[in-house]
């Protein structure tokens, strides 16, 4: 079936650094997502993304946070500068439409700052 | 405030046993019910959704979910699991939009 690609799995950067977490999405969807889960609590939701701009975010969704599509390549989230609280996994979500059912995600990057 | 709660954060059951999944929510309203599963190095895949009508829905893999409205549950069971069903199992609830919030996952080993 359809696959949202994620890599890499894991990304390790020192506090204060820029990362930039790439997603490939589902070919055709028009709504790209992102979701955070730290180590043993919910996945929470961070920003919807749609024909170029930002939808909806979240309290998560810090001002040190971005996220673009440029010319309809990788979905991306930008998180500069990083800190000790952004560790955790990021999960990508793409779908044609604006409904849940239809969410497709990726499995995930790691990312670890130290 | 909404909310998805998985009390059990891990289970482990033998081959070929039954299998339950608790799942509570807390919203205003009746949301949209999702049950996901993870298996190792991949993403989330849908197992089942419930909107409306009949409590139990079926889903893949002889994967069910019954609906409670009384006790604000969508509980998961399957009648006999196999070691593949190894997994980490996501409950996640929406109001109606895209929206999803999950329970924290419980992470299910099926030992042979």
């Known amino acids: 079936g359809p696959k949202v690609l994620q890599i890499p799995s894991h990304q390790i950067i020192d506090m204060g650094q820029m990362v930039t977490l790439n997603c490939d999405p589902v070919?055709?969807?028009?709504?790209f997502y992102w979701y955070k889960q730290i180590l043993g609590q919910q996945m929470e939701f961070l920003v919807n993304?749609?024909?170029?701009?930002?939808?909806?975010k979240s309290k998560l969704f810090k001002d040190q946070f971005s996220v673009e599509r440029p010319d309809g390549s990788y979905f991306t989230l930008k998180i500069q500068p990083t800190a000790l609280e952004d560790s955790a996994v990021y999960f990508c979500?793409?779908?044609?439409?604006?409904?849940?059912?239809?969410?497709?995600f990726g499995s995930g990057t790691r990312l670890t700052v130290l | 405030a909404q909310s998805v709660t998985q009390p059990d954060a891990r289970v482990t059951v033998s081959e070929g046993a039954s299998l339950q999944l608790r799942c509570k929510y807390s919203?205003?309203?009746?949301?949209?019910l999702f049950w996901y599963v993870q298996y190792p190095r991949q993403g989330l895949q849908l197992l089942l959704k419930?909107?409306?009508?009949?409590?139990v829905v079926q889903g893949v893999n002889g994967f069910e979910a019954e609906f409670s409205k009384s006790n604000s549950s969508f509980h998961l069971r399957k009648a006999s699991v196999h070691w593949s069903d190894s997994a980490v199992y996501f409950c996640?609830?929406?109001?109606?939009?895209?929206?999803?919030?999950f329970g924290s996952g419980t992470q299910l080993t099926v030992m042979p």
């Open positions: 979500a793409s779908s044609l439409g604006q409904n849940a059912e239809t969410l497709y």
């Open positions: 070919s055709n969807h028009l709504y």
């Open positions: 993304f749609y024909n170029g701009k930002v939808m909806e």
């Open positions: 919203y205003s309203a009746t949301p949209y």
């Open positions: 419930y909107y409306s009508g009949d409590p």
């Open positions: 996640a609830a929406s109001s109606g939009s895209w929206q999803l919030i």
